[in-house]
């Protein structure tokens, strides 16, 4: 949070400087310094020289994968979709009651894009941007955009953006994004900072470019177990418990943290460029990628407490720290008729440890795995016919972490308005490093698996169908042996005695698991009226219990879009409807900061209903929602996870702003 207030210092001042300006609509001629002369000019004085038309699409945003887009200003129904703590699309995960907590998946994706295990505490990781995530911006003028959301009690989110071009080939961007909240019910509280900052540079020959970025992100949370009593005292109804403040929790001196930071560059120079005619064109490129990042995962607790079992020490501290550093070197060459061939070189550095060896009954467990991965690939990329070919292939040659990954896909565009694709992936590598090696001041979470534990080997088909007739269809059969997972190990009573934490540990599936997802959606328009359907499927078929998402999901908008007074705002409001079938939910353990698996009771098949309604003026976009209205009156059997109650009726509000100089 140390961030915060230079960051906003600086987000405060562009923004009072750009007041003035904005980006015309698509489809509009009007150039930004046009508008800029119709008002701070008379209309008889001469126009500048350098008097472009600007618009929307001089905004660009480039990923990770170098797939180029420019900056969206308008309001959808995807909008409102994205309008949460993680700005994406969560209709496959389910929130806890507070902001910045984790998420309970309602469906599961095992495609790998990366070839090495993760620290762990994967609940902890919702908000953590990873390289993949990080975006690059081209802009024309320099331009901020600030999203702000209210938070649950004594608390706000934000996240501000400032990007600017020094010149056509050089951009830089800083962004910060934190939020505090102390949520409804007691140790709730939860609060993190991300901080980001990009540059990439490219020569006026374009032969020679570089990006690069920096991270530093800090996520906290106090944990308290879920709710102690939640028969009397949440399903009851009863009035005196709809201060959920009021409701007896399992903890209440717990805390866990996660915190990265992480320094990454890459460039590239092309060695020969050479171009016959507007259709033929050969070049070789040579890049190199280097990424250094530090991540901790620390549980502290001021007193022992039988929920987790037995302690050895007095003073609670656990704390698993990850130290990575990984160099790329490639080659590219590309030819128009051939395509693109890349191949790569890659050497991975990892030290996974903790401060001390622990000794017990069952042996010695070490304290560090660290060692290097070297590995070989390649990816080819081509237009055959109608078809679009791209595949990719990581090969281990020396390392005990992976194996290989594979990935490949075809899409062929119909027409205009139809395309389809076929995917494939098939990978291999150990679990996370929280499986293999955990130590802790409980007697019971600690483990040493590095001789017993195998790889997790992923396989995967997906087909996909993009209709502007028929709507978004997508399949995806995968299959996986040496699942891996958490567990609790407890009996029946040692579970109703409120014990079943204090034996959780990892555990891989003998057999084989097969997951079918089926995925469809499709907006239906009358006029100004329209429905948004999202419905998901899934079947699992598996010898053991171990691998738990509910069958059928399904989320449903009925809305009103319609531009009001003269056209100076746009309009939109209707209804969500959020279903998704009982099932084994999985719980949540917040010392490892992991979800695990139970088999004990379902949960589910309650209705969740927000109604919402936004605005845009100009580049604002305004959100206002009454998320879960339906909680007082179709009953208190709504979970996020075993003991954590889904969020209860509440009115929030927020914007994003796009500021233009």
């Given amino acids: 949070m140390r961030y915060l207030f230079p960051v906003l210092f600086i987000f405060f001042v562009n923004s009072l400087a750009a007041q003035q300006d904005s980006i015309p609509n698509r489809g509009k001629t009007d150039s930004i310094a046009q508008q800029r002369q119709s008002v701070r000019k008379p209309l008889a004085q001469k126009k500048p020289v350098d008097s472009l038309d600007i618009t929307i699409e001089f905004y660009k945003i480039i990923s990770h994968q170098r797939d180029t887009t420019f900056l969206d200003t308008t309001l959808t129904i995807q909008k409102e979709y994205k309008y949460n703590y993680l700005r994406k699309d969560d209709f496959e995960l389910l929130p806890f009651p507070n902001v910045g907590q984790p998420y309970n998946r309602l469906g599961v994706n095992f495609d790998r894009t990366t070839l090495y295990p993760a620290l762990g505490a994967k609940a902890k990781h919702f908000n953590y941007s990873e390289v993949a995530d990080m975006r690059y911006f081209n802009v024309a003028t320099p331009m901020t955009e600030l999203m702000f959301k209210t938070t649950f009690e004594q608390g706000q989110l934000l996240d501000a953006l400032l990007t600017f071009n020094t010149s056509e080939r050089l951009n830089f961007s800083i962004a910060y994004k934190g ?4 949520g409804k019910y007691q140790f709730n509280q939860a609060q993190s900072g991300n901080f980001r900052t990009t540059a990439n540079y490219q020569t006026r020959n374009q032969r020679y470019s570089i990006r690069a970025h920096i991270a530093a992100q800090d996520i906290e949370n106090e944990e308290n177990g879920g709710i102690l009593n939640r028969v009397d005292q949440f399903e009851s109804g009863d009035p005196e418990f709809t201060d959920r403040s009021r409701i007896d929790v399992n903890l209440t001196d717990v805390e866990n943290r996660l915190l990265g930071k992480r320094y990454f560059f890459e460039h590239r120079y092309k060695l020969i460029d050479r171009e016959k005619d507007s259709t033929s064109r050969t070049s070789l490129t040579i890049g190199h990628q280097f990424s250094y990042e530090t991540k901790f995962y620390e549980f502290g607790q001021t007193s022992q407490n039988a929920f987790f079992g037995d302690a050895i020490l007095d003073d609670l501290m656990d704390r698993a720290r990850l130290k990575t550093a990984y160099n790329e070197v490639s080659a590219e060459f590309s030819n128009s008729t ?10 991975y550095d990892y030290s996974y440890f903790f401060n001390s060896i622990v000794i017990t009954d069952q042996g010695q467990i070490d304290n560090r795995l660290n060692g290097e991965e070297i590995v070989v690939g390649g990816d080819y990329s081509k237009k055959i016919g109608g078809f679009n070919v791209d595949g990719g292939l990581r090969y281990t040659v020396s390392g005990e972490l992976t194996s290989s990954l594979v990935s490949a896909k075809a899409g062929y565009r119909i027409d205009d308005k139809n395309r389809f694709e076929f995917a494939l992936h098939l ?11 955990y130590q802790s001041d409980y007697q019971n979470y600690n483990w040493q698996n590095t001789a017993t534990f195998e790889e997790q080997t992923v396989n995967s088909l997906r087909f996909s169908l993009e209709s502007q007739v ?29 014990q079943e934490n204090a034996f959780v540990r990892p555990f891989q599936e003998n057999n084989s698991i097969n997951h079918l997802k089926i995925k469809y959606s499709k907006e239906l328009k009358l006029g100004s009226f329209a429905l948004a ?13 171990v691998l738990n998402v509910p069958q059928f999901v399904t989320r449903n908008t009925l809305y009103f879009s319609k531009d009001i007074f003269k056209k100076a705002m746009y309009l939109q409001t209707g209804v969500t409807f959020k279903y998704f079938t009982s099932y084994n939910m999985d719980a949540y353990n917040p010392l490892l900061g992991e ?16 109604f919402f309604i936004n605005a845009k003026v100009r580049q604002t976009r305004i959100f206002l929602k009454a998320e879960h209205f339906n909680s007082s009156f179709t009953g208190y059997n709504f979970y996020s996870a075993p003991n954590y109650p889904y969020r209860d009726f509440v009115i929030r509000f927020g914007l994003v702003w796009n500021f233009f100089s």
């Fill in 179 to 182: 939020f505090r909240s102390l």
């Fill in 470 to 498: 028929w709507g978004n269809l997508s399949a995806t059969y995968t299959t996986m042996d040496n699942y891996s997972y958490f567990a609790s190990q407890a009996t029946q009573e040692q579970i109703d005695a409120g």
């Fill in 595 to 610: 979800f695990y698996i139970q088999n004990n009771e379902e949960f589910g098949a309650f209705p969740l209903l927000d």
């Fill in 533 to 545: 359907n999202t419905f998901m499927y899934q079947n699992v078929s598996q010898t053991n219990e």
């Fill in 338 to 347: 051939l395509g693109r061939l890349t191949g790569y070189a890659s050497l």
């Fill in 427 to 437: 990978s291999s590598r150990m679990p996370d490093f929280n499986f293999l090696l």
